[in-house]
């Protein structure tokens, strides 16, 4: 039984930083991918980074490119989400994530997505 626990969202000024964490539970394919999506008010849900776990590469979303970090601890099976300068539309709920296939992460609005955490929520304020 595969389980996302997210966690870390918050209230923050633009420019500041937040770290998101993810403690994933029974997710074993090793041609998978783990990582993020968030959906903003009236917006559809959209992917922001993820690890393919075949060979631990990390991707992004072009607007988050340079902003935000994600990174794993496999010893604590957690997946965090470093974002750093963070903008006002970088508001929305984040949702952890997994798919059993990586070439599935990108599909449109998370069709492609197996798993999900319960959201938490980012506010940036200007």
């Known amino acids: 039984d595969v389980q996302l626990q997210a966690s870390g969202g918050g209230l923050v000024l633009a420019g500041g930083s937040l770290r998101l964490s993810c403690a994933a539970s029974?997710?074993?394919?090793?041609?998978?991918?783990i990582g993020w999506f968030r959906q903003a008010p009236g917006k559809e849900r959209e992917g922001v980074a993820c690890?393919?776990?075949?060979?631990?590469?990390?991707h992004y979303a072009d607007s988050v490119k340079g902003r935000f970090t994600i990174s794993s601890d496999n010893a604590k099976n957690t997946v965090y989400l470093q974002m750093n300068s963070l903008r006002p539309e970088d508001t929305a709920v984040y949702y952890c994530a997994a798919s059993v296939n990586w070439v599935l992460w990108g599909a449109v609005a998370g069709k492609g997505i197996d798993y999900w955490g319960k959201g938490t929520l980012v506010t940036v304020s200007s």
């Open positions: 029974g997710f074993t394919s090793d041609d998978g991918a």
């Open positions: 690890i393919k776990r075949s060979d631990d590469s990390a």
